[in-house]
């Protein structure tokens, strides 16, 4: 029998995660919870997708009328690939946490931002994977169809995370519609990804925003920006070493909750190259601080089909990972502006040591 703390834990309202639940009753939550919390959480639509749907979200205040004219701002996205239903489950979480959380740490963080948290930034492409085809992972752009070798509805959709207009179609990325990473026509020509791009940009301009997290499956891996940069050529992010000191302590805060081991590197190094993407043109184009996209559970065993029960495990790793994140990004100051003279320092000393070793 589970304890009352256990219960609670895995639900708020009416939702819980114990299963993936679909796009309407994801919307639906967010709905109920700015009823259940009238003056810290107002749903927003950034946009609509190809088919009308809305790419809805929630911003979180849990100080409103305390935040001056320049707040702190974190912005979260999920599910710009369809099939990878443990990213909306996650970022759901993630807002759970934020609005109920008892753990001083955790409460901190979600006290100390307004954020702006989208589950679904990809919701034809989530509709979809749950009522025709359960492997889908673009959006559903139908303007580009043509006849594919094994299966013309492969064509019916842009690979949301290659179409952002920051290095697009550089690596990575493909110009044919019958492939999974089909980039699109042009560079953010989807209106999902006009709608992610401005928004992050708006905030820009009302607020300092110092977060941008991705989630994405599966791999286990917290990447860095840029995906198309490795070995010394990840010095050209001027808070390389930053970001990478955060996001090993988190990842070792992450295996300590369960056991499970993360990588940490940019996606060329430790899984593909990449370009389009949207937390590398949240980096390039955006400017923002730190910026990471996670590859969540598991290695292959299940892949995009991470059974149920794995949900809860997963987020409370990720939650732990993500405190000490920000319990890092604190320490090196980033708070009061960055990057840190420590980034500075050791991307000097690496490159300087990199030149030794050449020559």
């Not at 009328?65 to 701002?73: A, M, S």
């Not at 006009?194 to 940009?201: F, R, T, V, W």
Request: with cysteine; net charge negative.
């Amino acid at each position: 029998m589970q304890s009352s703390k256990t219960v609670r834990s895995s639900s708020l309202g009416s939702f819980n995660w114990n299963e993936y639940h679909n796009l309407e009753r994801i919307h639906a939550w967010l709905d109920e919870l700015q009823t259940m919390y009238p003056n810290n959480v107002k749903t927003v639509s950034i946009g609509r997708s190809n088919e009308g749907r809305e790419i809805k979200g929630v911003i979180i205040d849990l100080k409103p009328g305390n935040r001056g004219n320049n707040p702190l701002t974190g912005m979260i996205e999920g599910g710009i690939h369809s099939r990878e239903w443990i990213s909306p489950a996650t970022v759901t979480w993630i807002i759970k946490e934020f609005l109920t959380s008892d753990d001083p740490d955790t409460k901190f963080m979600a006290e100390t931002f307004v954020w702006h948290i989208f589950p679904v930034i990809n919701p034809d492409g989530y509709v979809y994977s749950f009522l025709n085809d359960r492997m889908w992972r673009k959006n559903r752009n139908l303007l580009y169809g043509t006849n594919c070798t094994t299966n013309d509805d492969l064509s019916n959709g842009i690979d949301l995370n290659r179409n952002f207009d920051y290095l697009w179609m550089t690596v990575g990325a493909s110009s044919d519609p019958c492939t999974q990473t089909y980039a699109g026509p042009s560079p953010a020509s989807e209106p999902e990804t006009q709608a992610i791009s401005n928004y992050l940009l708006s905030l820009k301009r009302t607020g300092n925003v110092l977060y941008y997290f991705a989630f994405h499956s599966y791999s286990q891996m917290t990447l860095i920006p840029y995906s198309h940069l490795s070995g010394i050529d990840v010095l050209q992010v001027t808070n390389y070493a930053d970001l990478y000191e955060i996001a090993i302590r988190g990842a070792e805060k992450l295996t300590q909750k369960h056991g499970t081991n993360y990588q940490v590197g940019t996606s060329a190094d430790i899984l593909y190259s990449v370009s389009g993407s949207s937390f590398d043109w949240v980096k390039g184009v955006g400017d923002i601080p730190i910026v990471y996209l996670f590859e969540l559970r598991d290695v292959g065993e299940y892949g995009f089909l991470l059974p149920p029960e794995q949900i809860i495990p997963n987020n409370e790793e990720i939650m732990a990972c993500l405190v000490e994140m920000d319990r890092t990004t604190r320490e090196l100051r980033y708070y009061s502006g960055g990057p840190s003279l420590y980034a500075s320092l050791i991307s000097i000393i690496m490159s300087a040591a990199f030149v030794t070793i050449v020559k």
